[in-house]
Nanobody, 114 residues
Framework: VRLVESGGGLVQPGGSLRLSCAAS????????MGWYRHTSGKQRELVAS???????NYSDSVKGRFIISRDNAKNTVFLQMNSLKPEDTAVYYC?????????WGQGTQVTVSS
């Protein structure tokens, strides 16, 4: 299974970015896709996740600002990030879970700075 992320970059506080992650390979159609982020000195944390049935889960720190969605036909998950704050700066990783398995993307840097 391969996950390819795109959409990271530098944005000013209050701005928006949209991350995408396309999954390829062999995995169960019943799965959960999600985004995690990691900042140096901190543990990797769940940002948001979405099941193949479109049930979503958000970290309290991003509720009301970020929106996760997916296109099951294209095995792609999106993270629309609005009202970005400097504390959102991190490497964002895409994750796919199915049964006892999971896969990770290579990570994409998001930097929120003026």
């Amino acid at each position: 299974v391969r996950l390819v992320e795109s959409g990271g970059g530098l944005v000013q506080p209050g701005g928006s970015l949209r991350l995408s992650c396309a999954a390829s390979g062999s995995f169960d159609s019943i799965n959960t896709m999600g985004w995690y982020r990691h900042t140096s000195g901190k543990q990797r944390e769940l940002v948001a996740s979405i099941t193949s049935g479109d049930t979503t889960n958000y970290s309290d720190s991003v509720k009301g600002r970020f929106i996760i969605s997916r296109d099951n036909a294209k095995n792609t998950v999106f993270l629309q990030m609005n009202s970005l704050k400097p504390e959102d700066t991190a490497v964002y990783y895409c994750n796919l879970k199915w049964g006892p398995f999971d896969a990770w993307g290579q990570g994409t840097q998001v930097t929120v700075s003026s």
